[in-house]
C-alpha cells in the first residue's frame, strides 16, 4: 500500500512564492513518474508540472516560467516552487505517484492567492 502525502499549501498574496512538498510511503518500488495536478474553483483537474524517475520534466502552458519541479535525494519525493503566484493559481494542488503496477494519490493541499 502507497501513501502520497502533501505538504507547504497556505495563503499568499499575488506576486508571493511558496514551496510544496509530495513524499510517497509504503511498499514503493521504483517510482518512474511523479506529478503535481490542481483543480481550482469551478475547474476541470489540470497538469501543473510532472518529472519522471529519469529527470525530464513537463509543464502546464499557464506555469511554464514560473513554477519549478524538482525530486528529493530520495527519489520519492517531489518538490514545487511556485513563483510568481497569480489570484488564478488558487486551487487545491495533488501529488501523484506511479510506478509500474501501482499509481496513488495524495489528498491534495489548498493554495489560495489573494490579497
Known amino acids: 500500500q502507497v501513501q502520497v502525502v502533501e505538504s507547504g499549501g497556505g495563503l499568499v498574496q499575488p506576486g508571493g512564492s511558496l514551496r510544496l512538498s509530495c513524499a510517497a510511503s509504503?511498499?514503493?518500488?521504483?517510482?518512474?513518474?511523479m506529478g503535481w495536478y490542481r483543480q481550482g474553483p469551478g475547474k476541470q483537474r489540470e497538469l501543473v508540472a510532472t518529472?519522471?524517475?529519469?529527470?525530464?520534466?513537463n509543464y502546464g502552458d499557464s506555469v511554464k516560467g514560473r513554477f519549478t519541479i524538482s525530486r528529493g535525494n530520495a527519489k520519492n519525493t517531489v518538490y514545487l516552487q511556485m513563483d510568481s503566484l497569480k489570484p488564478e493559481d488558487t486551487a487545491v494542488y495533488s501529488c501523484?505517484?506511479?510506478?509500474?503496477?501501482?499509481?496513488?494519490w495524495g489528498q491534495g493541499t489548498q493554495v489560495t492567492v489573494s490579497s
Open positions: 501523484y505517484a506511479a510506478a509500474t503496477g501501482w499509481s496513488s
Open positions: 518529472i519522471t524517475s529519469g529527470g525530464s520534466t
Open positions: 509504503g511498499s514503493i518500488f521504483n517510482i518512474n513518474f
